[in-house]
């Protein structure tokens, strides 16, 4: 019996929780009590109640304590009390994947889930097929299948969840239940028809076919359980992402039946597929729309909520469509429910004219301390799309934003914002000097070590192309001086480009730097020696490699290139080109991990797409003396259908002086093994094929890999784009789809796959230069060329600058690939790595008139890769 606590003892939190202070030896000593006669019900219920809170509290029971207290718990089933027989249900469950011997009780538990009490017998049947396992499950299959076709509701229910959770470990038993769980799925029971459906579509979601039978069945004679209808909905909506349907489709048909169903869950959930289905328009979107602005106005707050939440998904990307709601919205942004409130002003936000922002921003501001940080977030997201939208609107917004940075609130709220102006000051040049300030001063006071380093990198990336850079200054050293090591860290980083692009300013950069390293921290000294050695070179080649735009090599490929270096001693220096270019560039990452990787303890490096290649490649003998892998293609090719009888899919990888193309086959016919497999390929070029390596055996259903190694064209160098002609050659063996047997003489056969080209894309890494100025400064213009090019199918400067990127397979840096409105020229900026770790850099200039004319500047240290960019623009 549970001790009484009077109201001073609940003040002082005593009678919090009576089980608090358990200790698991007493508890099991007590179980002692479950052999005494006769039994206690009261007793014996609260002790099962202290091992039940005991295993829940992640308490350890050895197997034998825990087999001990299990076979004292069965002698319990003597006793008919309701109370005690239910927590020996919830004890058998909680016991059975840690005592031995459960199976014991299988008769007790079958003798209740057959008996005359329905009490016992649903939840009889949940601790039976808890511990029955795949051996055992054949003996109580009458069972199961007489408890889904009860009559009583909690025993079907019971019967038909436990028989989901049974899939798992025995499929093929399960699936023998399905005319039992169909005559289930027909019964007036809500919770019953619910759950039969569930178990129908487990047993059936991996045939389609099945799937789509079973919604039009079940949908044509309509269903009584609104969970039901919730359920087949999302069927549906899966089946027609996964078939990418049409809206002609009797799926979506359905789909749009259930907006006029009478349950109020049914229409929501329906309007909500609708909405989250990929490619609708505004003009199937509609009937959803209509749905979710009657529930605006709705005097249940849930419905309103979900209604307004939902159109503000809608909004993103079709805030036309919303736009016949604007007058609910506008009702709701009184609404008492804050969190309601924020999302119809957010919604207004992406739906509302550009007249309409000053006032939505007042009506906000109002109410902006009350709401907790995850709407704030939404509001912040809100403002991010208006400033892409409304452009001239910008300092309306930032003064918004800088209010809200000014107040309390989490990380996630402030990181948020900052990503907000730091988008808007990259969006519009002028209000970058009004959002650094702002940023300079929320630094000050910023108690979370990401954003302080984010934006002291911004600094040291936008700073210097100020008008006024120094003013910039004094906040970045204020971090040396009051800041943790991890912020000093990055401040001596961003003083170190003010140094790098600003003469007038070098000289007090210098001093400050000569401060830093006396530093306590090993890191921030470290650095500052660093910048502080190349800057006074006074070398804007040095400058631009080592301060603005960093190594563009895999960190992963840098450490096992030098720890190879180590181990095989050699006379000539280490080759950087031998390194691996990261996949993702540097620059490209989070700003703040820039600032604070080397002060953080090291992690474990998950590895590339590119590396884990490498090292297969390595693995074949025939590619031993290839080098470093130096690109692989980030898709992989389809040389066939789909749902041809073999599907092939082509992956090339790039050497200096090679191409390796890996082949990955599967073979979908079951009456057959391919033996030998090789992909033969004709080049167009001067190409030349070296090798083939074949896939030993392709078993029906098992993918397989194959090679082929080329060599890159020597006489002709420039000529790097060819198609290659593609035949797969192989034997086939007949073999018994049932048994697997294989007859042992085969035939030899071909099958022609699609034609396979490789382009100027394949022979050039991407990498982001910071800046791309200091970037072709340090190339310098001895190898230097340019032409001029008209490209007469082209329209506008979006579609050209879209076609540049994607042909000459470059990064573009600066934010170039952006073409301002209402502008007749522009200036593209790209970067890149050709083959052999040559850096190249493109500067495009584009004129539009009748047409796009294109002058091309080209950089590189060697005169290949500019003659190879040139000859194939041309």
């Known amino acids: 019996m549970l001790k009484k606590f009077d109201k001073k003892d609940e003040e002082s939190g005593g009678g919090s929780n009576p089980l608090q202070h358990l200790e698991k030896s007493a508890v099991l000593q007590e179980a002692r009590v479950f052999n005494e006669t006769p039994i206690n019900p009261r007793k014996c219920a609260h002790i099962l109640t202290k091992i039940l809170y005991l295993i829940n509290q992640g308490e350890h029971l050895g197997t034998t304590e825990a087999t001990e207290a299990f076979f004292a718990m069965t002698k319990l089933f003597q006793s008919n009390d309701p109370t005690l027989r239910r927590m020996c249900y919830l004890t058998i469950k909680e016991m059975s994947c840690i005592a031995e011997d459960v199976i014991i009780v299988t008769s007790s538990l079958t003798k209740d889930m057959t008996g005359k009490e329905d009490n016992y017998r649903g939840p009889a049947v949940r601790a039976l097929c808890q511990i029955t396992d795949s051996t055992m499950l054949q003996a109580v299959e009458r069972y199961m299948k007489q408890a889904i076709v009860d009559k009583v509701p909690s025993v079907s229910s019971s019967a038909l969840v436990s ?27 809500i919770m019953v028809q619910y759950h039969a459906l569930g178990l129908l579509y487990h047993v059936r979601k991996n045939d389609r076919l099945a799937v789509s039978k079973m919604i039009s069945k079940f949908t044509r004679h309509g269903l009584k359980s609104p969970f039901a209808y919730c359920m087949m909905i999302r069927v549906a909506s899966k089946q027609l992402e996964e078939e990418d349907g049409s809206r002609d489709s009797p799926l979506f048909d359905f789909i749009e039946s259930c907006l006029r169903n009478k349950h109020e869950m049914v229409v929501y959930e329906a309007a909500s597929a609708i909405v989250n289905l990929p490619g609708c328009s505004a003009k199937e979107l509609a009937p959803a729309v209509s749905v979710l602005q009657l529930f605006c106005s709705s005097p249940k707050a849930a419905l309103r909520y979900a209604a307004v939440r939902t159109l503000n998904k809608v909004a993103m990307k079709h805030p036309s469509a919303v736009t016949a709601c604007n007058l609910d919205l506008e009702n709701l942004v009184t609404d008492s429910n804050r969190s309601i409130a924020t999302l119809a002003i957010t919604t207004l936000l992406k739906t509302g004219s550009e007249s309409s922002i000053d006032r939505l921003m007042k009506q906000i501001s109002s109410f902006m301390s009350e709401i907790s940080d995850e709407f704030k977030v939404v509001v912040v997201q809100a403002i991010s799309a208006l400033c892409q939208k409304y452009p001239r609107k910008h300092a309306v917004l930032m003064n918004f934003l800088f209010t809200m940075l000014r107040e309390e609130g989490g990380f996630e709220y402030k990181r948020a914002i900052v990503d907000c102006i730091i988008s808007i000051i990259e969006e519009n040049s002028e209000s970058k000097e009004t959002g650094l300030s702002h940023l300079c001063e929320f630094i000050e006071d910023c108690e979370f070590t990401v ?28 971090r040396v001086v009051l800041e943790h090591e991890e912020v000093r860290a990055g401040a001596v980083s961003a003083l170190a480009k003010f140094g790098a692009q600003n003469e007038e300013m070098l000289p007090s950069i210098l001093v400050l730097l000569k401060r830093c390293v006396m530093d306590d921290d090993n890191e921030v000294r470290d650095r500052a020696t660093f910048y502080l050695n190349v800057l006074e070179q006074k070398q804007k080649a040095l400058n631009a490699g080592y301060i603005l735009n960093g190594l563009t090599v895999s960190i992963p490929g840098l450490e096992k290139a030098l720890q190879q270096y180590t181990l095989e001693p050699s006379e000539k220096p280490f080759d950087l080109k031998s390194v691996p270019l990261a996949t993702t560039p540097m620059a490209e990452q989070r700003p703040e991990s820039t600032a604070t990787a080397a002060v953080k303890q090291p992690e474990k490096v998950a590895a590339t797409r590119q590396e884990i290649f490498q090292e297969q490649l390595a693995a ?94 020597k006489e002709d160098p420039t000529a790097v784009a060819c198609t290659f002609s593609c035949v797969m050659k192989f034997t086939v063996k007949d073999c018994d789809p049932n048994t697997g047997e294989m007859d042992e003489e085969g035939y030899e056969d071909e099958y022609v796959l699609e034609d396979l080209e490789v382009t100027l894309a394949d022979h050039i890494q991407k990498v982001m230069k910071v800046n791309f100025e200091a970037a072709w400064d340090e190339v310098g213009d001895e190898f230097e060329k340019e032409e001029t090019f008209t490209l007469s199918t082209i329209k506008t400067l979006e579609e050209a600058v879209g076609n540049i990127v994607k042909f000459l397979g470059m990064h573009p840096c ?59 623009v041309g």
């Open 814 to 872: 600066e934010r170039s690939d952006k073409v301002p409105e209402n502008k007749n020229t522009h200036t593209l900026l790209l970067a890149g790595v050709f083959r052999g770790g040559h850096d190249i850099l493109v500067r495009s200039r584009l004129l539009l008139l009748d047409t796009v004319t294109m002058q091309v500047t080209a950089r590189s240290s060697e005169e290949l890769p500019v003659d190879i960019i040139l000859a194939s």
């Open 451 to 478: 954003l302080a380093t984010r934006i002291l990198h911004l600094l040291g990336q936008e700073g210097p192309k100020t008008n006024n850079p120094s003013k910039y200054i004094r906040f970045i050293y204020n």
């Open 620 to 713: 074949v003998p025939e590619f031993q003396g290839l080098g470093p892998l130096f690109k692989s293609s980030p898709e992989p090719v389809a040389l066939t259908e789909s749902e041809t009888e073999y599907v092939i899919r082509c992956t090339k990888h790039t050497f200096s002086d090679h191409l390796v193309f890996q082949f990955d086959c599967t073979n979908t016919l079951n009456d057959q093994t391919l033996e030998n497999v090789t992909v033969q390929m004709e080049p167009t070029e001067a190409y030349e094929v070296l090798s083939y390596v074949p896939a030993r055996s392709l078993p029906y259903n098992q993918p397989g890999t194959c090679y082929t190694l080329v060599a890159l064209p």
């Open 163 to 189: 028989s989901l959770h049974l899939l798992k470990c025995s499929f093929d038993v399960v699936k023998r239940w399905v005319n039992e769980a169909q005559e289930a799925a027909s019964s007036d029971n």
